[in-house]
């Protein structure tokens, strides 16, 4: 697993502490705990641990719930807009929608009622690793096209231009208005989202030359890696 | 390039970790149970009603609000995309997405290329051997029929001998061009072989044959009875599988995604999606049940159109668009009688089992105890140890679906209860068939009298003193099996609790010793909705849930 897998992953776990840090009200006792075996296979006796180290199990809130695969296909286009040419942005594979059956659809867990059936609501690796691969294609080319307009009709930047003349105040209500667009939150301008996403957009300007001779602009490069970002983000999947 | 990506999640884990002030709350309580802003209820909404997120634009038409407005709540349940929402809830339900063959050998289309071009021939070795000799494996040659002609006392296509095989000497007729059924423009046509293209619609066994009389050739006793069956005009009683399948498989699923828009968009009430015996049928598929359904052979799905089904519109294969709704006659029962559900369910043990599944909410569980005192061998499973558990409960529903063939969509309303011999047996269908009988029926032996061996249809092999629900339960047909459950409130009672987990994503709790115990709320819009008996009624009230609106 790479660093930055693994980095996601704590990240999500992160969020999920940091979301819940009081304990819940309880209306009745814990059950008895688990009767441990105490004598190992080798015969010997010996101490187990109550819960067998496993600790306690999270509360049903802590569950992972996300979009289902034909809902995210959908989100995901609408939240990208259309290109140049009034065609839906997609997220391509050889030439495919990476969404569809005939992709990933399937190994993404869209159930075709004959060999799966349910679709899981549990995020796993599989999950996580499509949806970084449908973030980066997509935001792409979202700033792709975003170059080619005008500042109004832009999805990904229409509060800030990308030529490096931004100011500050116009990259922060950028910033709001891609959390509204992508999450529904609308925050306030000294919310803690914006000035963390402040800080991927400035790592993302920093991290290529300007100008680069590139087909988009370092800014636009910082505006690419905050939309994979909100992609990525729980709180694009969950509620 | 990786640099980029370590500084891209570094900076999400940043994000997400730290609490935002649009979603945390310093008070005592866990953000379990806090309420979303109106944005975040208005993309759940609009996510679990429409199946997308809103868009800017909506997002600002209710900033500022407390709550949702309630026209917002009529615009999404009326929508085009709230209809898309229920098809797929419906068949994340009922798995109704069949996958059969619908042709084999005797009726199907394959092609030989001569030139280039596809000539088509049906690839039956039985068939292929009484039109031409030899071993069965001989198709017809590249040339055209009109230079062979035909033969002017029995019309068959005239021959040339090409050569000998380790059965004997073969012969070949050639091709002719015909404007098969699946093409829509009339002047194109395609070449198919002589004998297989035959247009005769009966042949005629002779007096003295113990089956004389005439039948049509646009069946599957007529496989290799006569010389002169060919696929029909316009090759309709023959099946191209690649042209063909699709489309019919896809108009089983449609018929029933069709059933569950009327009952779901408000017109007609939410219980005759079990109750109705109303059925859609496209053009592929009224043609598939016309001309093809009877031909499938007795080891594959038997889906004959019979008088229960009501009447086939008269459609052509290529009105793929075209609906046309027809009434169904007993023992249908809305859409668990429907060809797509009993296909997906084959056995009736199967199709009772996903009806408890999916409408009464039971779960069959092996038992936790020993099971002691009963049969450890036998063919009842209502007797044998630990079968008997579920078998006892599962046998007597099953018996519902008996007028159902197993492994088909066949009606057996109208079959024979029981014959006495398996020679009457035989002579059920014409002409005569013992695998026939055996497809259909199996034999009961007479504990008074050996050698008097009463064939009965199989759903009745233990209908008994023993067994006293199996008999009247297959009389009564599916619709009994239903109306029970509707009059005791049982169906709306699950279906609350269905779109309660579609639309909360979790369980409702339903532990009254606990402090968030929402049965009482359940109970009260399963009430209502036994009343009003519209769908999107129960889910507005759900979605005005308390619970809908917070986190999670």
């Given at each position: 697993m790479s660093a930055r897998r693994l980095t996601y992953l704590c990240a999500l776990a992160a969020l999920t502490a940091a979301a819940c840090t009081k304990e819940a009200p309880s209306a009745t006792e814990p059950p008895d705990p688990w009767e441990a075996p105490t004598v190992g296979a080798n015969g010997e006796t010996e101490n187990a641990p109550t819960d067998l180290g496993g600790g306690a199990l999270p509360g049903p809130s802590r569950g992972v719930r996300r979009l289902r695969i034909d809902t995210l296909q959908a989100a995901m286009s609408k939240v990208a807009g259309n290109d140049v040419y009034g065609a839906p942005i997609l997220w391509r594979v050889n030439g495919r929608d990476g969404f569809s059956d005939l992709a990933f659809g399937k190994a993404l867990g869209r159930p075709d009622y004959q060999t799966s059936t349910e679709e899981s609501t549990v995020s796993n690796a599989l999950y996580l690793k499509f949806v970084g691969d449908a973030a980066r294609d997509i935001c792409m080319q979202m700033a792709k096209n975003d170059m080619k307009r005008t500042d109004a009709s832009r999805a990904l930047f229409p509060k800030a231009p990308v030529d490096g003349t931004a100011t500050d105040a116009q990259v922060t209500e950028n910033l709001q208005y891609v959390v509204l667009r992508f999450l529904g939150l609308r925050v306030a301008a000294d919310d803690s989202m914006v000035t963390n996403l402040r800080a991927v957009y400035d790592a993302g300007v920093a991290s290529v030359a300007s100008p680069n001779g590139g087909e988009i602009t370092a800014a636009a490069e910082g505006w690419r890696g905050v939309c994979v970002t909100l992609f990525e983000s729980p709180l694009f999947h969950n509620d | 390039m990786k640099s980029k990506r370590r500084w891209q999640a570094l900076c999400f884990a940043l994000l997400v970790a730290a609490p935002s002030v649009a979603l945390a709350d310093e008070g005592e309580q866990c953000f379990l149970h806090r309420e979303l802003p109106v944005e975040r209820q208005l993309r759940r909404l609009s996510i679990d009603l429409r199946g997308n997120v809103p868009d800017v634009a909506e997002y600002d038409a209710v900033a500022g609000l407390s709550e949702l407005p309630d026209a917002l709540l009529d615009e999404y349940l009326a929508s085009d995309a709230f209809r898309v929402q229920m098809r797929r809830y419906h068949e994340s339900l009922l798995w109704t997405n069949p996958n059969i063959a619908l042709a084999d050998v005797t009726f199907s289309l394959n092609t030989v290329s001569y030139d280039g071009s596809p000539v088509y021939f049906v690839p039956g070795q039985g068939k292929s051997a009484l039109y031409r000799g030899g071993d069965g494996t001989h198709t017809c040659q590249n040339k055209a029929q009109d230079t062979l002609g035909y033969d002017p006392v029995t019309g068959l296509p005239n021959t040339e001998v090409m050569g000998t095989d380790g059965v004997g000497t073969w012969s070949a007729e050639g091709w002719v061009e015909v404007h098969p059924y699946w093409e829509a423009d009339p002047a194109?046509?395609?070449?198919?072989?002589?004998?297989?293209?035959?247009?005769?619609?009966?042949?005629?066994?002779?007096?003295?044959?113990?089956?004389?009389?005439?039948?049509?050739?646009?069946?599957?006793?007529?496989?290799?009875?006569?010389?002169?069956?060919?696929?029909?005009?316009?090759?309709?009683?023959?099946?191209?599988?690649?042209?063909?399948?699709?489309?019919?498989?896809?108009?089983?699923?449609?018929?029933?995604?069709?059933?569950?828009?009327?009952?779901t968009d408000g017109t007609q009430p939410y219980s005759g999606l079990l109750t109705t015996k109303r059925a859609h049928y496209n053009g592929p598929l009224s043609f598939y049940l016309r001309h093809h359904a009877q031909r499938q052979t007795l080891s594959r799905t038997q889906n004959e159109h019979q008088p229960a089904d009501g009447p086939l519109p008269d459609l052509a294969f290529t009105d793929v668009d075209t609906w046309v709704a027809v009434e169904r006659e007993a023992p249908h029962a809305g859409l668990i009688t429907l060809p797509a559900f009993l296909l997906r369910f084959q056995t009736n043990r199967g199709r009772a089992n996903r009806y408890r599944i999916a409408f009464l909410g039971q779960y069959f569980q092996p038992p936790s105890t020993k099971d002691t005192s009963c049969e450890k061998e036998g063919d009842d499973l209502t007797r044998r140890c630990v079968c008997r558990s579920c078998h006892v409960t599962l046998e007597p529903i099953a018996a519902y679906f008996g007028q159902f063939t197993e492994a088909g969509s066949m009606s057996l309303r109208d079959f024979a209860r029981e014959y006495p011999t398996r020679k009457?047996?035989?002579?059920?269908?014409?002409?005569?068939?013992?695998?026939?009988?055996?497809?259909?029926?199996?034999?009961?032996?007479?504990?008074?009298?050996?050698?008097?061996?009463?064939?009965?249809?199989?759903?009745?092999?233990?209908?008994?003193?023993?067994?006293?629900?199996?008999?009247?339960?297959?009389?009564?047909?599916?619709?009994?099996?239903?109306?029970?459950?509707?009059?005791?409130?049982?169906?709306?009672?699950?279906?609350?609790?269905?779109?309660?987990?579609?639309?909360?994503?979790?369980?409702?709790?339903?532990?009254?010793?606990?402090?968030?115990?929402?049965?009482?709320?359940?109970?009260?819009?399963?009430?209502?909705?036994?009343?009003?008996?519209d769908v999107r009624q129960a889910v507005r009230d759900l979605v005005q849930l308390p619970a809908y609106r917070r986190m999670p």
């Amino acid at each position: 697993m790479s660093a930055r897998r693994l980095t996601y992953l704590c990240a999500l776990a992160a969020l999920t502490a940091a979301a819940c840090t009081k304990e819940a009200p309880s209306a009745t006792e814990p059950p008895d705990p688990w009767e441990a075996p105490t004598v190992g296979a080798n015969g010997e006796t010996e101490n187990a641990p109550t819960d067998l180290g496993g600790g306690a199990l999270p509360g049903p809130s802590r569950g992972v719930r996300r979009l289902r695969i034909d809902t995210l296909q959908a989100a995901m286009s609408k939240v990208a807009g259309n290109d140049v040419y009034g065609a839906p942005i997609l997220w391509r594979v050889n030439g495919r929608d990476g969404f569809s059956d005939l992709a990933f659809g399937k190994a993404l867990g869209r159930p075709d009622y004959q060999t799966s059936t349910e679709e899981s609501t549990v995020s796993n690796a599989l999950y996580l690793k499509f949806v970084g691969d449908a973030a980066r294609d997509i935001c792409m080319q979202m700033a792709k096209n975003d170059m080619k307009r005008t500042d109004a009709s832009r999805a990904l930047f229409p509060k800030a231009p990308v030529d490096g003349t931004a100011t500050d105040a116009q990259v922060t209500e950028n910033l709001q208005y891609v959390v509204l667009r992508f999450l529904g939150l609308r925050v306030a301008a000294d919310d803690s989202m914006v000035t963390n996403l402040r800080a991927v957009y400035d790592a993302g300007v920093a991290s290529v030359a300007s100008p680069n001779g590139g087909e988009i602009t370092a800014a636009a490069e910082g505006w690419r890696g905050v939309c994979v970002t909100l992609f990525e983000s729980p709180l694009f999947h969950n509620d | 390039m990786k640099s980029k990506r370590r500084w891209q999640a570094l900076c999400f884990a940043l994000l997400v970790a730290a609490p935002s002030v649009a979603l945390a709350d310093e008070g005592e309580q866990c953000f379990l149970h806090r309420e979303l802003p109106v944005e975040r209820q208005l993309r759940r909404l609009s996510i679990d009603l429409r199946g997308n997120v809103p868009d800017v634009a909506e997002y600002d038409a209710v900033a500022g609000l407390s709550e949702l407005p309630d026209a917002l709540l009529d615009e999404y349940l009326a929508s085009d995309a709230f209809r898309v929402q229920m098809r797929r809830y419906h068949e994340s339900l009922l798995w109704t997405n069949p996958n059969i063959a619908l042709a084999d050998v005797t009726f199907s289309l394959n092609t030989v290329s001569y030139d280039g071009s596809p000539v088509y021939f049906v690839p039956g070795q039985g068939k292929s051997a009484l039109y031409r000799g030899g071993d069965g494996t001989h198709t017809c040659q590249n040339k055209a029929q009109d230079t062979l002609g035909y033969d002017p006392v029995t019309g068959l296509p005239n021959t040339e001998v090409m050569g000998t095989d380790g059965v004997g000497t073969w012969s070949a007729e050639g091709w002719v061009e015909v404007h098969p059924y699946w093409e829509a423009d009339p002047a194109k046509k395609v070449k198919v072989c002589a004998f297989d293209a035959q247009t005769t619609e009966t042949y005629t066994l002779p007096a003295g044959d113990p089956d004389a009389g005439t039948y049509s050739c646009d069946h599957l006793m007529a496989t290799n009875k006569a010389k002169t069956c060919g696929c029909g005009p316009e090759l309709s009683y023959c099946m191209p599988v690649g042209i063909v399948q699709p489309l019919v498989l896809s108009a089983l699923r449609e018929q029933v995604l069709r059933l569950v828009d009327e009952h779901t968009d408000g017109t007609q009430p939410y219980s005759g999606l079990l109750t109705t015996k109303r059925a859609h049928y496209n053009g592929p598929l009224s043609f598939y049940l016309r001309h093809h359904a009877q031909r499938q052979t007795l080891s594959r799905t038997q889906n004959e159109h019979q008088p229960a089904d009501g009447p086939l519109p008269d459609l052509a294969f290529t009105d793929v668009d075209t609906w046309v709704a027809v009434e169904r006659e007993a023992p249908h029962a809305g859409l668990i009688t429907l060809p797509a559900f009993l296909l997906r369910f084959q056995t009736n043990r199967g199709r009772a089992n996903r009806y408890r599944i999916a409408f009464l909410g039971q779960y069959f569980q092996p038992p936790s105890t020993k099971d002691t005192s009963c049969e450890k061998e036998g063919d009842d499973l209502t007797r044998r140890c630990v079968c008997r558990s579920c078998h006892v409960t599962l046998e007597p529903i099953a018996a519902y679906f008996g007028q159902f063939t197993e492994a088909g969509s066949m009606s057996l309303r109208d079959f024979a209860r029981e014959y006495p011999t398996r020679k009457a047996c035989a002579k059920g269908i014409g002409p005569q068939s013992t695998a026939w009988c055996d497809r259909h029926y199996v034999s009961v032996p007479d504990e008074m009298d050996p050698d008097l061996r009463p064939y009965t249809l199989k759903a009745l092999q233990y209908a008994d003193d023993e067994h006293p629900e199996i008999g009247p339960h297959f009389e009564a047909g599916p619709a009994e099996l239903v109306k029970a459950d509707l009059e005791s409130g049982r169906f709306h009672e699950v279906a609350t609790e269905h779109l309660f987990s579609f639309l909360m994503k979790r369980e409702p709790n339903l532990d009254p010793t606990t402090t968030d115990y929402e049965g009482d709320a359940l109970a009260k819009i399963a009430a209502d909705f036994r009343v009003h008996d519209d769908v999107r009624q129960a889910v507005r009230d759900l979605v005005q849930l308390p619970a809908y609106r917070r986190m999670p």
